[in-house]
T-cell receptor, first 113, second 113 residues
Framework: AQSVAQPEDQVNVAEGNPLTVKCTYS??????LFWYVQYPNRGLQFLLK??????LVKGSYGFEAEFNKSQTSFHLKKPSALVSDSALYFC???????????FGTGTRLKVLA | DAMVIQNPRYQVTQFGKPVTLSCSQT?????MYWYQQKSSQAPKLLFH???????NEADTPDNFQSRRPNTSFCFLDIRSPGLGDAAMYLC????????????FGPGTRLTVT
């Protein structure tokens, strides 16, 4: 079965410090991996994706993620956190051979001033 | 700007009174999705369309129906809303094998009284 795990319900980080939000996956074949951010009472907003190519993917708002095939991970990172980054983050994988996406349970990021 | 639009943003309905949520897109994407999201949990896929082909999730209650009269519009009908159907409903689109990521609307928050 294909799945995505976000092991942390919440991550707290001080403004200006680097942040990491963790995601691991279990899929058959080559994964299509995504990160989305959700602000209160809004839809999900696409941040970045890994389809193929370089393992380090850069996305919106200074976020990046590293695809690690051996560890089946796709952690979201940012070198210097902003208070405005505080939101709910979802990792997702597209199920093989379908147009369906499997979402992790989400990680709430709180950046402290 | 091309986008996914959901109307209304907030909907209040009475227990058992049918309600329709609407979604439109200017992206001309082939695939449209309806998700239910409760209390900052992961979005739960209800169904999706690939063009006019309807794909229902096995655990989507019969109370939920959908229509896609054309590429641009998709509707979610809840025939007899229960208190447990109160949630955020998210519409999303994706483009077959081009960009892979989903584009989400802002969501409709449904309250059942």
């Amino acid at each position: 079965a294909q799945s995505v795990a976000q092991p942390e319900d919440q991550v707290n980080v001080a403004e200006g410090n680097p942040l990491t939000v963790k995601c691991t996956y279990s899929v058959s074949g080559n994964p299509y991996l995504f990160w989305y951010v959700q602000y209160p009472n809004r839809g999900l907003q696409f941040l970045l994706k890994y389809i193929t190519g370089d393992n380090l993917v850069k996305g919106s708002y200074g976020f990046e993620a590293e695809f690690n095939k051996s560890q089946t991970s796709f952690h979201l990172k940012k070198p210097s956190a902003l208070v405005s980054d505080s939101a709910l983050y979802f990792c997702a994988v597209r199920a093989l051979g379908t147009y369906k996406y499997i979402f992790g349970t989400g990680t709430r990021l709180k950046v402290l001033a | 700007d091309a986008m996914v639009i959901q109307n209304p943003r907030y909907q209040v309905t009475q227990f058992g009174k049918p309600v329709t949520l609407s979604c439109s897109q200017t992206l001309n994407h082939n695939v449209m999705y309806w998700y239910q999201q409760k209390s900052s949990q992961a979005p739960k896929l209800l169904f999706h369309y690939y063009d006019k082909d309807f794909n229902n999730e096995a655990d989507t209650p019969d109370n939920f129906q959908s229509r896609r009269p054309n590429t641009s519009f998709c509707f979610l009908d809840i025939r007899s809303p229960g208190l447990g159907d109160a949630a955020m409903y998210l519409c999303a689109t994706s483009e077959r094998e081009v960009s892979y990521e989903q584009y989400f609307g802002p969501g409709t928050r449904l309250t059942v009284t």
